[in-house]
């Protein structure tokens, strides 16, 4: 079983959210459901979106999960094809305190463009 397989099922019994229910929240049905469950198939990016949202976690932890990327953080990438890259190879070595300090310049910064 895979990482999000066990993910995926591990959130919906802990909701106590049955397959079927869960699959008519989200627009899938309970075998769709089942069979990710099961490590037979995978989430869409635009699914696991929805999955994350009916099941009240984080989309990225879930995106991390299935080994995808969120479709806003490829459209950064295809718009910053350089820069994009360039700075995650800057920043690799960072330790999470620096990484928290970058995370609240960047949230200043997106506010000041609100």
């Known amino acids: 079983m895979s990482n999000f397989a066990e993910y995926l099922k591990g959130l919906r019994t802990e909701q106590r959210i049955g397959v ?3 699959g008519r929240e989200v627009g899938v049905t309970g075998m769709h459901i089942s069979n990710m469950e099961k490590g037979k198939s995978l989430p869409s ?4 979106v929805r999955l994350a949202e009916a099941l009240g976690t984080d989309v990225d932890e879930m995106s991390h999960q299935a080994n995808q990327i969120a479709p806003e953080i490829v459209g950064v990438i295809q718009n910053q094809p350089k820069a994009v890259p360039n700075f995650l190879r800057s920043a690799k070595d960072l330790t999470p305190e620096q990484w928290e300090m970058l995370q609240k310049q960047v949230d200043s910064m997106a506010g000041d463009n609100k």
């Open 20 to 22: 079927r229910e869960l």
């Open 45 to 48: 990016p635009a699914l696991i």
